[in-house]
């Protein structure tokens, strides 16, 4: 049995697949993704990216407590779009219990600057992406999907350890041992970004004409984007580097 993590090339707007490292077997495009969507670019232009393959699309996202809960609206309209069904997953007790993360617990600032800067450790949400990756694969039994899918990008692996290919390497295995006889042999993992940074994904966006207005990146919440934090500032010089007009509206305009 193999099991295959589907990456990208970062080169142009074309997203190449390929299998992981020492993973034998053919690329195939899946029939049926379950697709983590959080409402944010890199979920958002993923669902675009695997529906204009043709790939049937089961929208899940998680309220696991986060103060920027207004995502959750943008992966609905993201579903609509695409006439996709959307699940809702309530973790929001997670929010109690995985405190001391900037996005759960009040108590702790979002901090501004660079997303790759050291104080967006206090971003992190302890084992976030396998608790969502388990309820996805779970679900993917239930729908009988060939495929999971999360938009985790090269900019996330300097602060993120699950967003890692040691992590997803690892995982995908554990998926597959764990739903043994359950899910179909050539289930995969799908991680089309893993080595593409924020402004491909742009790029990418743009030419699947994803409504980038309908996306949602800011960890403050509020009623707009408030223009500092890491993932604004990220997003934010997404949109120039590709060489798009960013439709964000921000709290704190660049100066």
Not at 6 to 35: L, Q, Y
Not at 48 to 66: C, E, K, N, P, V
Not at 91 to 108: C, E, I, N, P, Y
Not at 207 to 215: D, K, W
Request: aromatic residues 8%; proline residues 5%.
């Amino acid at each position: 049995m193999s099991t295959r993590i589907d990456t990208a090339s970062s080169h142009s707007h074309h997203i190449e697949t390929v299998t992981a490292p020492g993973k034998p077997g053919i690329h195939r495009h899946p029939r049926h993704a379950v697709v983590i969507a959080s409402g944010g670019l890199d979920s958002t232009v993923l669902a675009y990216w695997l529906h204009a393959r043709g790939t049937q699309l089961t929208l899940l996202s998680f309220d696991y407590g986060q103060r920027h809960r207004v995502e959750l609206r943008y992966a609905a309209a993201t579903a609509s779009a695409l006439a996709m069904p959307h699940e809702v997953v309530d973790l929001s007790a997670l929010g109690r219990v995985l405190h001391g993360s900037a996005l759960t617990d009040s108590g702790v600032g979002v901090p501004d600057g660079h997303y790759t800067d050291e104080t967006m450790r206090a971003t992190v949400v302890p084992n976030r992406n396998a608790i969502m990756l388990d309820i996805a694969v779970a679900l993917a039994v239930v729908t009988q999907a060939d495929a999971v899918a999360f938009g985790a990008h090269a900019g996330d692996h300097p602060i993120y350890p699950d967003c890692r290919e040691r992590f997803t390497t690892s995982f995908a295995q554990t998926a597959h041992v764990a739903n043994e006889g359950f899910l179909p042999s050539d289930f995969q993992l799908v991680v089309p970004f893993l080595a593409s940074s924020k402004t491909d994904i742009v790029r990418l966006g743009a030419a699947l004409g994803v409504p980038f207005e309908q996306t949602w990146s800011c960890y403050r919440g509020d009623a707009r984007h408030c223009g500092t934090c890491g993932t604004c500032t990220e997003r934010r010089e997404a949109f120039h580097d590709a060489g798009v007009t960013d439709p964000t509206t921000y709290a704190v305009e660049r100066t």
